[in-house]
T-cell receptor, first 114, second 117 residues
């Protein structure tokens, strides 16, 4: 069965510091992988997605993620975080046959230290 | 272009009651999916509708049901509410979803916060 693991529940980084949020997935075939961000009281906004091709994916707001099949990982990175990046981040996976049925990880809450 | 609209924004019900939540997708989108978000279980897929037909279903009891109208608007209904049904219910729409979704984005609404007392 498909699953997504985000091992870090809460991360705090200083403004201007680099960020890496971890994500591991379990899926038999090539998955569709996503990173979403959710601000308090809001829905989810897609940061980036990977379907195929280049394993380094660029997203919005300066985020990028790298798909590593050998490690079953899809970690999210940002070279320099801003206070406005404080939010909950969700890694997610979907299959080709039902791309709207997205399986989400438990989320990582990001706090920014001034 | 208007985004995904969910109504109401907040809802308070008591155990045993039933509730209906509404979702209006982005104009032109035909696929609507529903998700439940709770602190304990995270985000879980409920079901997806496309062209008025349920196309995918998650692992929720039969108390959770939905439907989609010809204008792609969708409603989800929860009968015999339980305390554990308290959650943020998110709706998402996309053009077609399913196997044609390789380049599609899923657009989420802001959700309906349901509290069951």
């Amino acid at each position: 069965a498909q699953s997504v693991t985000q091992p870090d529940i809460h991360i705090t980084v200083s403004e201007g510091a680099s960020l890496e949020l971890r994500c591991n997935y379990s899926y038999g075939a090539t998955p569709y992988l996503f990173w979403y961000v959710q601000s308090p009281g809001q829905g989810l906004q897609l940061l980036l997605k990977y379907f195929s091709g280049d394993t380094l994916v660029q997203g919005i707001k300066g985020f990028e993620a790298e798909f590593k099949r050998s490690q079953s990982s899809f970690n999210l990175r940002k070279p320099s975080v801003h206070w406005s990046d404080a939010a909950e981040y969700f890694c997610a996976v979907a299959s080709y046959s039902s791309a709207s049925k997205i399986i989400f990880g438990s989320g990582t809450r990001l706090s920014i230290r001034p | 272009k208007a985004g995904v609209t969910q109504t109401p924004r907040y809802l308070i019900k008591t155990r045993g009651q039933q509730v209906t939540l509404s979702c209006s997708p982005i104009s032109g989108h035909r696929s609507v999916s529903w998700y439940q978000q709770t602190p304990g279980q995270g985000l879980q897929f409920l079901f997806e509708y496309f062209s008025e037909t349920q196309r995918n279903k998650g692992n929720f009891p039969g108390r959770f049901s939905g439907r989609q109208f010809s204008n792609s608007r969708s409603e989800m209904n929860v009968s015999t509410l339980e305390l554990g049904d308290s959650a943020l219910y998110l709706c998402a729409s996309s053009l077609a979803g399913g196997a044609d979704a390789t380049n599609e984005k899923l657009f989420f609404g802001s959700g309906t916060q349901l509290s069951v007392l």
